[in-house]
């Protein structure tokens, strides 16, 4: 998961250039990609991709990022993705779609033999070349690449709903949907506005924690900070130089957030809330009951995924 593995910066490669050679798929979009307008080049991570026409043969950085595709209405161009041991498709996945390796960081040999032509990234780590692909080695295929997020290696994630925005228009240019993607950025921009007026002014000091293999974890970037920020609430851990950081209990038990958000990774809400609780006992959210959960898989997955989970959390901040 890029909240707990985030790699080391990838070695400086050469920029590359994206040559697809297979026709486009059908496509559920109001209006379907064809080649007009092209070529484009989209910028991640620092590096320049041009792309001839719409990706046909897209692998996937982690499984629910296709829910942005779907609203995009490009969800067809979906070969495959990665990750699969730590997440899963959504519900209602165009069928086909191949799991093209369980790890994180996929190895060279599979991500070559499922001859992407668009490589949709979860983080930059995933492409760091050291027993894995790399981006020479997508290069070499013809491959572009899309960080989601802006989880770049050198270069902290954008805090804020525009970094959201900004993948939704991105995409929207690779796939050659501009016009859907200005649509769904305003309705990204309504479900925002409508979640905050349903918080009715309230405002809360909230941190986002997760407990993963005994070590406590706090978020305080992108996307928790994008969330807390956009409902109008006060991100407890805003001080944090890392977006996402082990903390030691004692610097927890100093703190005093209003809410505890739990990030829970393995379906189990139940558990993880009792293992936060015992770990942060005493402080002001546990004696107050005052912990919510969230799915790590929406966190991971970006895009409008974020906007659900806002939808969720500012649900659960409303019946406090």
């Not at 707990?4 to 910066?9: G, H, N």
């Not at 015992?278 to 997955?301: I, M, Q, S, Y």
């Not at 895009?303 to 659960?316: F, H, M, N, T, Y």
Request: charged share 20%.
């Amino acid at each position: 998961m890029k909240l707990l593995l985030r790699s080391a910066v990838a070695t400086a490669v050469s920029l590359a250039a994206v040559a697809c050679s297979s026709p486009a798929a059908p496509v559920a979009a109001s209006a379907p990609p064809s080649a007009t307008g092209y070529p484009v080049t989209v910028s991640s991570c620092g590096r320049d991709f041009s792309y001839a026409k719409p990706p046909t043969r897209v692998v996937l950085g982690f499984p629910g990022t296709l829910d942005t595709l779907t609203a995009l209405g490009v969800q067809d161009s979906v070969h495959g993705y990665v990750l699969g041991s730590l997440g899963k498709l959504p519900a209602g996945a165009p069928a086909g779609i191949v799991q093209v390796s369980p790890d994180y960081t996929p190895s060279r040999e599979s991500m070559l033999g499922a001859q992407p032509d668009l490589f949709l990234g979860n983080d930059e780590g995933q492409l760091t070349g050291e027993g894995t692909v790399s981006y020479d080695d997508l290069a070499g295929i013809g491959s572009g690449v899309y960080i989601m997020g802006g989880y770049c290696a050198k270069a902290p994630a954008g805090r804020t709903l525009d970094t959201i925005e900004a993948d939704v228009t991105n995409l929207g240019r690779i796939f050659g949907v501009d016009q859907r993607a200005r649509e769904l950025n305003q309705e990204i921009e309504t479900r925002v506005a409508r979640a905050k007026a349903s918080l009715t002014g309230k405002q809360l000091r909230v941190a986002y924690v997760q407990s993963y293999n005994g070590k406590l974890y706090a978020n305080s970037g992108y996307p928790a900070a994008t969330i807390i920020e956009a409902l109008g609430q006060v991100n407890e851990f805003d001080d944090l130089k890392q977006s996402w950081a082990e903390i030691s209990r004692e610097d927890a038990l100093h703190r005093k957030p209003d809410v505890l958000i739990v990030n829970v990774s393995d379906g189990k809400p139940d558990a993880a809330v009792a293992e936060i609780s015992k770990t942060l006992a005493g402080t002001k959210a546990v004696v107050a009951g005052h912990l919510l959960t969230v799915d790590a898989a929406d966190f991971e997955a970006g895009g409008v995924s974020v906007i659900r989970q806002l939808e969720d959390v500012a649900a659960q901040l409303a019946k406090l």
